[in-house]
């Protein structure tokens, strides 16, 4: 079946612009969730999604949002991008969701943001 | 507040030695250990849980929970097995990384 699918896989954006990060998941699961990833601080958790509910968040900023759509499908947008926002923005895909006895979380390739 | 350990940033093995990548946690519920690798411009994908006891591609771990470790070893390490190795904690409500291990593997 089919794997975890990113898009975009790499974009440059410039400060003080927006992105939006597009996720499909693996089908059947309904958890979707988002880490980002930097040399610097590793890998950090931005949100959960189940069932098109904002479950659980991190501790980024507002900038950082996100969505998930009826066919499990998610977004999530940064706005007013800074310098620091450059990373590997990585989504997962589960059946119950991170944390859950038994669950495995499946992830993408990863959406490489450069902010200049 | 759970939080996982991997002491070496990076850790330089000959092939066919013997190789131990170190994870520590620290959590007041019962823990549930993944250790996930990830290849130069590959995925991030799962290598094993605790919960399988299962030996993938040569590699083991076992959960100690008295020295709340899950320590990955293989007795003959490949030139193949050079990778990024995440250890991570599954708490809910997401996995908890520690910050990774380089392994290189020389011939």
């Known amino acids: 079946k089919a794997g975890v699918t990113q898009t975009p896989r790499y974009l440059i954006k410039t400060r003080g612009q927006q992105v939006t990060l597009s996720c499909s998941p693996i089908s059947g699961h309904r958890s979707v969730s988002w880490y980002q990833q930097t040399p610097g601080q590793g890998l950090q958790f931005l949100f959960e999604y189940f069932s098109e509910t904002q479950r659980n968040k991190g501790n980024f900023p507002g900038r950082f949002s996100g969505r998930q759509f009826s066919n499990s499908r998610s977004e999530m947008n940064v706005s007013t991008l800074e310098l620091g926002d450059s990373a590997l923005y990585l989504c997962a895909s589960s059946l119950a969701g991170g944390g859950q006895t038994g669950n495995t979380i499946y992830f993408g390739e990863g959406s490489w943001l450069t902010v200049v | 507040a759970q939080r996982v350990t991997q002491p070496e940033k990076l850790l330089s093995v000959f092939k066919g030695a013997p190789v131990e990548l170190k994870c520590n946690y620290s959590?007041?519920?019962?823990?549930?250990l993944f250790w996930y690798v990830q290849y130069s411009r590959q995925r991030l994908q799962l290598l094993l849980r605790?919960?399988s006891r299962e030996s993938i591609k040569g590699f083991t771990a076992d959960l100690n929970k008295g020295e709340t470790s899950f320590h990955l070893k293989k007795p003959f390490a490949q030139e193949e097995d050079s990778a990024m190795y995440y250890c991570?904690?599954?708490?809910?409500?997401?996995?908890?990384f520690g910050g990774g291990t380089r392994l290189m593997v020389k011939p």
């Open positions: 991570a904690l599954a708490a809910r409500p997401m996995l908890t």
């Open positions: 605790h919960i």
């Open positions: 959590y007041s519920g019962s823990p549930e």
